[in-house]
């Protein structure tokens, strides 16, 4: 069974601001901050083939049993399949109490996939029109993971002053005028110990030394995106994108004005 978790989606376009939930979701305790320019873009993640017979689940099992699969069957089916379930002391308390015979928990035990440890951060920035610089040169990515917020930044100027190597296109969606859109790809892995439930919010900011986001002005607040996700205890895939757009400033023409983000979430 494949979970798409589209979680939440922002258009890369001016949006009237809502009301943002006080207080933040997310710990006033410690936090692990991370330059994400450092990623390298050739570690950018491949298009994983699906097998046709993706790992079973607990729901999967607890169904098995109820319709009266025996345990030779649903042993053979884990050993093939594996599963993505839940193989701790509380996870498997679960499966005996859904009526999982012993054998089968002995098989999850042993075949489950690896726990979740970390998911891989995709992020694709798009810089649109003819500028050289970003009016908020600081993009920061929050994570809440139990007690602790994961912070992660990029300085767009270091991205745009050469240090790494954009993809240059053109859009051509205006038939009057075309402009050129320069593409800026990292990829790396963002640490989770926490399963279930996480915040996100993606802020632009001129303050280089954010390590909560607490310490955004209320207009990066405002102008910020918030999103939720539900992260599995294991999947064969963990792989979240997140896109953030950026377009010439009407009135600093030599300047890129952020225009918001889009962030998805995909297991396997």
């Not at 994570?143 to 002053?161: C, E, K, Q």
């Not at 954009?166 to 926490?194: H, W, Y």
Request: charged fraction near 25%.
């Amino acid at each position: 069974m494949v979970l798409l978790g589209l979680i939440a989606s922002m258009a890369l376009a001016q949006a009237p601001s809502l009301p943002r939930p006080s207080p933040l979701p997310f710990p006033p305790g410690n936090t692990d901050t991370i330059n994400i320019v450092n990623w390298s873009g050739a570690d950018f993640p491949k298009v994983v083939q699906r097998s046709e017979q993706l790992p079973l689940t607990d729901e999967e099992l607890a169904k098995l049993a109820k319709a009266g699969f025996d345990s030779a069957q649903m042993v053979k089916m884990v050993e093939e399949r594996r599963c993505a379930c839940d193989a701790s002391a509380d996870g498997l308390i679960k499966l005996k109490q859904a009526g999982v015979p012993k054998a089968v928990l002995a098989a999850v035990s042993l075949h489950a996939l690896k726990p979740n440890q970390r998911l891989t951060l995709a992020v694709t920035l798009d810089f649109t029109g003819e500028s050289r610089e970003a009016r908020e040169a600081y993009l920061y990515f929050f994570i809440d993971d139990g007690p602790l917020t994961r912070v992660f930044s990029a300085n767009l100027n270091d991205v745009l002053s050469g240090r790494t190597q954009p993809e240059t296109m053109v859009d051509r969606s205006d038939l009057l005028i075309t402009k050129k859109v320069r593409r800026v790809q990292f990829a790396g892995d963002v640490v989770l110990k926490k399963y279930g439930k996480h915040n996100v919010m993606v802020a632009a900011s001129a303050n280089p030394t954010l390590t909560h986001p607490s310490q955004l002005t209320e207009a990066e607040k405002q102008n910020a995106q918030n999103y939720v996700f539900d992260y599995p205890r294991a999947s064969m895939q963990s792989l979240c994108r997140l896109t953030a757009g950026y377009k010439r400033d009407a009135v600093l023409t030599y300047k890129w004005r952020y225009m918001g983000s889009r962030f998805e979430c995909e297991w396997d």
